[in-house]
Each structure stands twice: as structure tokens, then as C-alpha cells.
């Protein structure tokens, strides 16, 4: 549980005739990661014959998936016969000629689309020519005459600066929405322009209408029935795609599931290392994996195979895929969250498993709070699915709640229930300097936690590495004992005899840590008072649940009305102070787990480990 899945390097060594065989193989076991060949003495080995057929198929799957709206995920369990086609040419056939027949409509749908864009911008123009009463057919085909229409601040005092330079014009407009149709002599065209200029002319293009002939409102007339009749067949056509959707859709998701398989496959040789008559397999398998790794390849080529074994080197980056029991595997979703420790340290999922949870029950530690977080995530976890990973973890975490309630006899912030006083081993309210000591001590002892499991770690590195690495810090804190001791009187023993062991772990610190050990100092300590927050957040979850309360008994005593007000008040107060609480212990205990503890000892980076294949049924089966 502390370590992570053995992992065991294999280099497996075929006859280029057992290519595609040896590649099925491996992808349905699941189990090798492949570490991506870089060209040297061997070549990089080409893609399968097959890539080409099967990129191009896989584009159309996709390309009709997403034009037809299609969504969900298909379970493949038996290839082609899943999908209903008997091989690759079949496949590609089926969807090429799939994709003719949508692509059709789609165009056809597009260019309704165009028309009616079309039609909805010759619309606008005319509705603002009806305004000014006059043919639309007044408005073009002239040779000696400019037509500008658009936009003015102030029509009248632009038509007065206009008759300023020339009265050769004649201008339309409507009142009210500053709209003009000026007609004036090409002669004076460009004057005209200038004087449109001044006062913020913003010109319409009537391009779109120069072909239309009679009064606006008759034009707009035919318009919106060409329009009505252009939706009708838009929607006609939509329907059609819909029913080609509902007809298709397992079989273009199966294919498109099929074909990324076939693709992942026929690509594989670009990650292996090849020459003229065999190619080389290189990657990490977990040992448990191993015998049946070997029992099924040999299978599959006959015995015509050589596989090599070997254990991971010392410096040698390796995937690492993390191993825990089920209770704690829902806590590796927070290691991934912050970083895989590398393959040889000790994975800490289980320290998370045990402490997260404490740590959270002790902040929320309210038998109310928590029995209702626990409702809550029983809830969401039947409605939401994907809410399931986080919900359980935060379910053992408000369990803890629920069980440090009893502890601190709350429920809902009360210590009183009808009366009576609720049984409690400490009160988080009245004996707020034994809750310090308390979260200080479990701060000590999770830092020193800590320690050890970096002290494990560093044994990889030699028992003097580990001790001047780690062991100094407790020699630090035995030097920190011993002062304190002798300056109470506790110990007979002089204060410089402290302060001497002191001045030797910090030689041990700097020898084992080099500078960056010396710069922990400070830290050191204020990491273990951090756990301070441990009392101060919970605290300040019980204060708040005094407050409501205190209100809800005040306007509960008023009577009436107000017992109604009251209620309300305490579901919103409790709801607000659930959800600080909820937020306030996941982040807090997140923190003390991520910067005070895996400081001590967690260097992490790894890289995940990522098998060639995928578990299908079909690969299950086999």
C-alpha cells in the first residue's frame, strides 16, 4: 500500500511477420507502457498499411458525428460485427457513402440558410425605405444622378448646409429616426459627400435591394412568404438530419470507437524500433503482469520471440501506477491533484486516507453538520455520477464529523438539546487553550509523521544521507525539548548542553540539506503551529452556529409571525455555515496535508503509467 505498482523494464524483440499479431496482443493485454523509440542504431518503424484508410475513415465518423448533433459513448464488444459491416472496406463504404447523403442536405440546408439571411437583410432595407414613401426602383439605374442613403444627426440642418453650396438635390426623409435618401447631381457629389461628412453621415448600402422594383411594403410582402416558404423546407431538411442521426447513431459512435482503436494500433510502429526484419517493443509492465505478458506473446508468434526482463536502475525515470486498498483508492483523486510520487518513495494516499478525514471531522466536528453533509453527498452522488470521485472522499471526511461531534457534544452549534446538556468529552467552546494544545500536538506529531517517512525514503540514498537529512530535524526538536526542560527546571541537565545538540543538527541540517535545509528553519516550526487552524477554523464554524442560533431563539420567542421568520433564519444561517464549513475543512486540511506534511518528505513528479490498449469487453474476454 505504502508503494506503488512494481514495475519490471521489457524489451520484446519479433519477427516483422508477427507485427500486427504481436500489436493486437499487446493492446488488448493492457499492460505495457511504451516508452516512444528515438532513432540510433535501429530506425523509427513505419505506420501499418492500414493508417491511411483508417485516419481518413475515423475523419468522416467524426465529421458526420458532430454535423448530425450525435452525442453519448458507445460499449464496443465485438469489432465489426458490433457495427454491423464485415471489414475496413465495408466500414469506409458505409460511411463515405453516409457522409455523401448528409453532406447534401447539409448544403442544402446552408443555402436556405444564405437566402434567408439574404432576405432578412433586404428586409431591414426596406423597412427603412417605406419610410420615406417612394419606389424602391427610385433609388438606382440613374447615369447623371448619385443616390446616398443612411443616417444623420440632424436631417434639417443638414439639408440647410446643403442648400448652402448647391440646390441641386432633392432629399427624402423620415422624421424621427434620422434616416435620408439624398439624390443629388454627380457634379456635386463629392461637396455633397464633405457636407454628409460634417454632420456624421453613416451611409446604407441598398445594394442588396437595386433589383427589386415597386413600393417597399409590396416587396416586403413577397419577402416574408418567400421567407415562410424558405423555413419550411429549412426545417423539413433538419428533420431529415435528425431521423439520418437516429437511424445512425450507434453505428457511426461504435465506428468512430472502433476506428480510434484500429487507428491507436496501425500508428503503434512509429513508437517502436524497427530494422529490415524485426522490430523492438521497449516498456514497463507491472510485475504482477509479467507471466502473462510472456504466456501470451510467445502464444501469439509461435515462440518466434525474444523477451528481455530487467529490473528498474537506480536513476531511471519510471511510470509509476499507484496501488491501494479500496477504501483508500478514492484519495489517490488528491494525489493526482497535486503530484505522483516518484517510483521509489512511499506513496502517501494512505497517511491522506487516515489524516485527511481526522482533520476535517475535527474543524466540522458537529454530529448535526454532519449528518447532513452526509445526506447531501448520498443525494448528489445518485444524481450527479461524476460528482462520485469527490464524494468519497468527503463521505469518510463527514463521518469524522459526525463522530467528533459526539466528541465535542454540538449538534447544529447547540451543547443543550431540550434542556439537557449534550454528553461531550471537551468542549470546543469553553476550553478553547486545551483545543490549541490539542491541534498543536497532532501538528507535532504529523510533522514527525512526516520526517520518518522522508528518513525511509532517503534510506535509498544510504543510512548516513538518511540520518543528516532527516534524522537532524529531530535531533533539533530534542535540543528545543531539552532547553525547555532545563529552563522549568524538569531536567537536571544545563541549558548549553541543549543549545550545543541544537548547533549539531543544524550542522547535520546543512550537510544532509546543503542551504536549502538552513532556510526550512524558520518554516519548521511555524509549520507545526499552522495546526493551530485545526482549533481557530472549527471555532469559527461554532461561533457562527451560535449566532444563528441565538437569533433563531430570539425572534422564535416573539411568537406569530416571527416563528415562521425564525425558521427561515436557521436553515439559511445553517446552510451558509455548512457550506463554509465544507469549504473551510477540505482547503484547510488540503493545506496542511500539501505544504506542512509532504514538505517533510515528498519530492514527487512522476509520470503516470499509461498502458498501450484499452479495457474493452472484448479485451476482457480474451
Known amino acids: 500500500m505504502l508503494q506503488s505498482e512494481r514495475m519490471r523494464k521489457v524489451v520484446i524483440t519479433v519477427p516483422k511477420s508477427f507485427l500486427d499479431k504481436t500489436i493486437n496482443e499487446l493492446y488488448k493485454l493492457n499492460a505495457v507502457h511504451i516508452i516512444n523509440h528515438s532513432k540510433s542504431d535501429l530506425d523509427i518503424g513505419n505506420p501499418l498499411e492500414s493508417a491511411s484508410k483508417i485516419s481518413e475513415a475515423l475523419i468522416a465518423a467524426r465529421s458526420l458525428i458532430s454535423n448530425l448533433g450525435l452525442a453519448g459513448s458507445m460499449e464496443l464488444n465485438n469489432g465489426f460485427k458490433a457495427i454491423g459491416v464485415k471489414s475496413l472496406s465495408h466500414l469506409t463504404k458505409s460511411l463515405k457513402t453516409l457522409q455523401n447523403e448528409t453532406n447534401l442536405k447539409l448544403e442544402k440546408a446552408k443555402q436556405i440558410s444564405d437566402e434567408i439571411s439574404s432576405i432578412e437583410t433586404k428586409k431591414n432595407i426596406l423597412f427603412q425605405l417605406e419610410k420615406l414613401g417612394i419606389s424602391v426602383e427610385s433609388y438606382s439605374n440613374y447615369s447623371s444622378i448619385t443616390v446616398l442613403a443612411g443616417y444623420v444627426k440632424n436631417p434639417d440642418l443638414m439639408k440647410t448646409g446643403l442648400l448652402k453650396e448647391t440646390d441641386e438635390f432633392e432629399m427624402h426623409s423620415s422624421s424621427g429616426s434620422g434616416f435620408i435618401a439624398l439624390f443629388v447631381s454627380n457634379s456635386f457629389k463629392d461637396k455633397a459627400i464633405e457636407v454628409l461628412a460634417k454632420h456624421e453621415f453613416s451611409e446604407f448600402d441598398l445594394t442588396p435591394v437595386k433589383d427589386i422594383k415597386g413600393k417597399p411594403s409590396e416587396a416586403i410582402s413577397a419577402l416574408l412568404a418567400e421567407h415562410e416558404l424558405l423555413q419550411k423546407s429549412k426545417l423539413a431538411i433538419q428533420k431529415q438530419l435528425a431521423r439520418i442521426g437516429a437511424k445512425w447513431h450507434d453505428f457511426l459512435l461504435l465506428s468512430e470507437k472502433f476506428l480510434s482503436i484500429e487507428l491507436e494500433k496501425a500508428e503503434a510502429p512509429l513508437r517502436f524500433a524497427s530494422s529490415e526484419n524485426i522490430f523492438v517493443v521497449t516498456g514497463w509492465v507491472p510485475a504482477k503482469n509479467l507471466v502473462k505478458l510472456v504466456e501470451k506473446a510467445k502464444k501469439t508468434t509461435k515462440g518466434n520471440i525474444e523477451i528481455e526482463i530487467k529490473q528498474p536502475a537506480h536513476d531511471e525515470e519510471v511510470p509509476?501506477?499507484?496501488?491501494?486498498?479500496?477504501?483508500?483508492?478514492?484519495?489517490?483523486?488528491?494525489?493526482?491533484?497535486?503530484?505522483?510520487?516518484?517510483?521509489?518513495?512511499?506513496?502517501?494516499?494512505?497517511?491522506?486516507?487516515?489524516?485527511?478525514?481526522?482533520?476535517?471531522?475535527?474543524?466540522?466536528?458537529?454530529?448535526?453538520?454532519?449528518?447532513?453533509?452526509?445526506?447531501?453527498?448520498?443525494?448528489?452522488?445518485?444524481?450527479?455520477?461524476?460528482?462520485?470521485?469527490?464524494?468519497?472522499?468527503?463521505?469518510?471526511?463527514?463521518?469524522?464529523?459526525?463522530?467528533?461531534?459526539?466528541?465535542?457534544?454540538?449538534?447544529?452549534?447547540?451543547?443543550?438539546?431540550?434542556?439537557?446538556?449534550?454528553?461531550?468529552?471537551?468542549?470546543?467552546?469553553?476550553?478553547?487553550?486545551?483545543?490549541?494544545?490539542?491541534?498543536?500536538?497532532?501538528?507535532?506529531?504529523?510533522?514527525?509523521?512526516?520526517?520518518?517517512?522522508?528518513?525511509?525514503?532517503?534510506?535509498?540514498?544510504?543510512?548516513?544521507?538518511?540520518?543528516?537529512?532527516?534524522?537532524?530535524?529531530?535531533?533539533?526538536?530534542?535540543?528545543?525539548?531539552?532547553?525547555?526542560?532545563?529552563?522549568?527546571?524538569?531536567?537536571?541537565?544545563?541549558?548549553?548542553?541543549?543549545?550545543?545538540?541544537?548547533?549539531?543538527?543544524?550542522?547535520?541540517?546543512?550537510?544532509?540539506?546543503?542551504?536549502?535545509?538552513?532556510?526550512?528553519?524558520?518554516?519548521?516550526?511555524?509549520?507545526?503551529?499552522?495546526?493551530?487552524?485545526?482549533?481557530?477554523?472549527?471555532?469559527?464554524?461554532?461561533?457562527?452556529?451560535?449566532?444563528?442560533?441565538?437569533?433563531?431563539?430570539?425572534?422564535?420567542?416573539?411568537g406569530g409571525i416571527m416563528i415562521f421568520v425564525a425558521v427561515i433564519v436557521g436553515v439559511i444561517g445553517h446552510t451558509l455555515n455548512i457550506a463554509l464549513g465544507l469549504l473551510g475543512g477540505f482547503l484547510q486540511s488540503l493545506r496542511l496535508h500539501y505544504v506542512e506534511f509532504f514538505t517533510k518528505f515528498f519530492k514527487g513528479g512522476a509520470i503516470p503509467f499509461k498502458p498501450f490498449g484499452k479495457i474493452t469487453k472484448e479485451a476482457a474476454e480474451t
Do not use: C
Not at 321 to 335: D, G, I, Q, R, V
Not at 337 to 350: G, H
Not at 426 to 449: D, F, P, T, Y
Open 320 to 558: 509509476v501506477k499507484l496501488s491501494n486498498t479500496k477504501l483508500a483508492k478514492p484519495f489517490e483523486f488528491l494525489m493526482n491533484l497535486y503530484a505522483l510520487p516518484k517510483y521509489a518513495e512511499i506513496d502517501p494516499t494512505l497517511f491522506l486516507f487516515i489524516t485527511f478525514p481526522l482533520f476535517f471531522g475535527i474543524i466540522l466536528g458537529d454530529v448535526g453538520y454532519g449528518i447532513t453533509v452526509v445526506l447531501l453527498l448520498l443525494y448528489l452522488s445518485r444524481k450527479f455520477p461524476s460528482a462520485k470521485p469527490l464524494a468519497r472522499i468527503i463521505m469518510p471526511a463527514a463521518i469524522s464529523s459526525i463522530f467528533f461531534g459526539f466528541i465535542f457534544g454540538e449538534v447544529f452549534g447547540f451543547e443543550e438539546l431540550f434542556g439537557y446538556s449534550i454528553p461531550h468529552l471537551i468542549s470546543r467552546v469553553h476550553q478553547i487553550q486545551e483545543m490549541l494544545i490539542i491541534s498543536i500536538a497532532i501538528g507535532l506529531i504529523h510533522i514527525n509523521l512526516g520526517l520518518l517517512t522522508g528518513f525511509i525514503n532517503e534510506l535509498n540514498h544510504g543510512l548516513k544521507k538518511a540520518i543528516l537529512a532527516k534524522g537532524s530535524w529531530w535531533i533539533l526538536q530534542l535540543s528545543i525539548g531539552i532547553m525547555a526542560a532545563s529552563s522549568e527546571g524538569l531536567l537536571p541537565v544545563p541549558m548549553y548542553a541543549g543549545g550545543i545538540l541544537a548547533v549539531v543538527s543544524v550542522i547535520m541540517i546543512y550537510l544532509g540539506e546543503s542551504v536549502s535545509g538552513l532556510t526550512e528553519l524558520p518554516g519548521f516550526f511555524s509549520n507545526i503551529l499552522s495546526y493551530s487552524r485545526l482549533m481557530a477554523v472549527g471555532l469559527a464554524s461554532v461561533g457562527l452556529a451560535v449566532v444563528v442560533n441565538g437569533f433563531v431563539e430570539e425572534f422564535a420567542s416573539a
